[in-house]
């Protein structure tokens, strides 16, 4: 509905258009004369048009028109443990797009996600997605025109493409797009943190051109080799992990807490799965852990460490570097929070 204030500009704006002369359309009256047979009534008609056409581009009628276009809804999904996939997703992020934290999702038990386009990005582990990203989907009902899924991962992606075409299919959440992009690798036993933020993995060349893609509403999943396939298969035998679970550990059994803690709690608004407290013993933790390192990357005192166990396949060899730690750049600590807070 037009308001009655904008009848009253847009009469304002004929009659002074016509006081002034300043029609966008000049007007011919040499050709309305009677050797081009015009009548009088078609002349009239022509001189109204005119007005009418300047007057509404003056008075921003155009400019309604156009906002009244339907805009596409975005919303983006999210998990993230040191900030990269928190950044990835405000760079996919349009005018208007909602970014939603899928540990706040699950514990708010929201499962009923509608837009035009819904994207979701997520860390790969072992090439595999994190198991509450596993659940959430497994439980979500995502109704959307559009669908696409990031996986970010930093040295391999194996099959990461063709596991999550499969799990997001069997939950009745098939993806139009799924791509992989690569990022600074945070897994701390083989990674050194100090190298691996110096290595450039070319990722704003990378994010343009999966943002164009989106933009153009691209239907394509990356291919997968099967050499990957095979050594993700080799890289199951060697770890025993299960298939329907991946990377699900105990958190008492993998990390502990040394006497460099000053019991700040950041490990406590950190863990996506609260598994930590702060009691009057001190920071204890307990419970199912994603293995996000979270909590080990995020401790400003790096005193949270990983647990001796030479005979783990995973941590056998324990950190390549101790003394380092890794939060993406663009992310600060309270986005953490926010994002993963069960508190």
């Known amino acids: 509905m037009i308001s009655r204030n904008f009848h009253k500009v847009f009469l304002e704006n004929i009659i002074y258009l016509c006081k002034n002369n300043r029609l966008q359309q000049p007007l011919d009256i040499r050709n309305m004369n009677t050797d081009n047979k015009i009548s009088r009534r078609d002349a009239l008609k022509r001189i109204g048009t005119a007005v009418i056409s300047s007057a509404v581009a003056s008075s921003g009628l155009f400019s309604l028109a156009s906002c009244a276009e339907k805009v596409k809804k975005r919303i983006i999904l999210y998990f ?3 900030g990269n996939c928190l950044y990835v997703a405000r760079q996919l992020a349009k005018d208007g797009t909602e970014l939603l934290s899928i540990p706040q999702l699950m514990k708010q038990k929201k499962f009923e996600i509608e837009a035009d386009e819904i994207g979701l990005v997520y860390p790969i582990y072992g090439h595999m997605p994190p198991y509450m990203v596993r659940q959430f989907i497994q439980k979500a009902k995502l109704k959307a025109g559009y669908k696409f899924a990031i996986l970010t991962y930093g040295a391999r992606k194996c099959d990461a493409v063709e596991i999550w075409n499969g799990i997001s299919q069997k939950a009745g959440n098939a993806f139009d797009y799924i791509n992989t992009l690569v ?3 945070n897994w701390l ?13 070319h990722i704003p060349e990378n994010i343009q051109k999966i943002t164009a893609d989106l933009s153009a509403r691209r239907c394509w999943h990356e291919p997968v080799t099967e050499e990957e396939r095979e050594m993700h298969r080799g890289f199951m035998a060697y770890t025993g992990l299960n298939p329907e679970i991946g990377f699900l550990m105990k958190s008492e059994k993998y990390f502990t807490v040394t006497d460099a803690c000053i019991d700040c709690s950041v490990c406590v608004s950190v863990c996506p799965r609260g598994n930590y407290e702060l009691s009057s013993q001190g920071v204890r933790m307990k419970g199912d852990c994603e293995f996000c390192f979270a909590c080990i990357q995020n401790c400003p005192q790096k005193a949270i460490r990983f647990a001796k166990n030479e005979t783990d396949p995973l941590l056998g060899r324990g950190e390549a570097n101790p003394n380092a730690r890794y939060r993406n750049e663009h992310i600060s600590l309270v986005d953490i929070k926010r994002a993963n807070s069960q508190f």
């Open 183 to 185: 990022m600074v690798d």
């Open 189 to 201: 036993p083989n990674f050194d943190m100090n190298e691996q933020i110096l290595i450039d993995k």
């Open 80 to 82: 993230t443990g040191t």
